[in-house]
């Protein structure tokens, strides 16, 4: 599936909920319920600071594709920080430079990738976006 | 429904209906505006003031011989002189304008810096000032590798008098504290503390951005030497702020920026500066906002400050009873002089889920760490919600707040 289909999918899954609170609490079921990170992986280098959530952020390159791992300390955050992680898990570094996130703003949830937000969000597919650069870097200097 | 009624005069609805904002609707809801210690809500007659400058006397000040520059430097001068009679200065030149507390502080640290402070010497603050105040002390320190001292604070949000005491030395150049805890509502016992630096012979500035909204200041009684106040903290325009300060300092001071109406007479040999006020006001001042403040300020004795207060108290006291009754959530800062503000915590959950949740109830509320991280970490945590309240709040509306952080814990416990 490509980033797009998994857009297109959440945009899908989200028309759903009929009101706000349906889809908050369906984020806030993403944030409570799914394992994140590895606890060892919670380290201040992985820490993205200057928020008022804390997110930890990991990526792991297996010479093809990127897989991240992330984490908040507040459940909404964490829970769409598990979205932005499930869109781009398993894409090569081009894949994920090129991916637009559109999705965000259509699924409505656009206010928490805003700057005056500061819960951490915009900073991490920002990290998420550096990585892939510097993976994809590492690659072509080692071919 | 809180039993607790004030005075008469007191028309909450007529004062409500002088603000305009207060009638929107956030997310469908009715605005619950909670953010009062963050920036005021603005009532009609300050909007107003705003308009009539630009539109029938908006010329620039004390420089033109033309009657529109004589009539907004009279309104200018007059600013001055409300904020001078609202403070008691001894004279309206002790009156410097600037943006807000912010820069009158950054200006303080500079100015006195330069003509005070060497290497070696100590400035004293607290451990609860929000960065404004401890940040441009530290780049004083930096500067002058000067060493900043702090008074700690007990658990429960109060200085630690004793502390202080001790931190004195014959180095001592300053002590700059907060009048009110923007972050816990505590309000210090300035005067106490003003009257032991003087013992010192140091002088004291208050950071008064949380303080001047909330009650009368008096400065010859407090007999502090700077006092920094921030317009829009008290239904004034924001960019528009200013300090008040002792002439003997003053005129000791160095200016703090260079440009027009700051100086007397300037040739390439050198440069003559100004008197006090217009020494520390470098360029064209902020004269709309300025003319805004004084109408804030007209407004608020309008109500009188006595009815301010006991309705804030009021609120106060509603609110923390409610929060304690509903049970699972932990105020921080419970010092028995509280201003109309508080700081607490749902127990397991965050403070943004908390805020974000509310926010969709229409009541806007402050999380975060308020500008206070070494307060953050001495009560080890990330940050707090805080609602704050003004006079223009109501019971009811503490009420919708109670409503909302009940569908906030079904959520999220």
Redo the contacts between chains.
Sequence with gaps: MTIADKEEQLINEFTLFDD??DK??YI?DLGKSLPMIDEKLKTESNLIKGC???VWLSAEFDGKVINFTGDS?????KGIANLLVRTLSGHTPDEILEADMGFVDKIGLKE?LSPTR??GLVSMIKQMKLYALAYKTKASLNA | MSTLVVNEPFDITAIRSDFPILSIEVNGKPLVYFDNAATTQKPQQVIDALVDYYSHYNSNVHRGVHHLSQVATDAYEGARLKMAKLLNAPSASEIIFTRGTTESINLIAFSFGEAFVNEGDEIIISAIEHHSNIVPWQMLCLRKKAVLKVIPVHDNGELDLEAYQELFSNRTKLVAVGHISNALGTINPIADMIRMAHKYSVPVLIDGAQGLPHGRVDIQALGCDFYCFSGHKMYGPTGIGGFYGRIELLDQMPPYQGGGEMIKEVTFAGTTFNDVPYKFEAGTPNIADAIGLKAAVDYLETISWEAIEKQEHALLLYATEQLIREGGITIIGTAPDKASLISFLIDGIHPLDAGTILDHFGIAIRTGNHCTQPLMDRFCITGTMRASFSFYNTFEEIDSMMTAIQKVKQMFL
């Design positions: 706000w609170m908050y609490n806030i008022q959530s804390r300390d507040a459940v909404i955050t928490h500061s819960n």
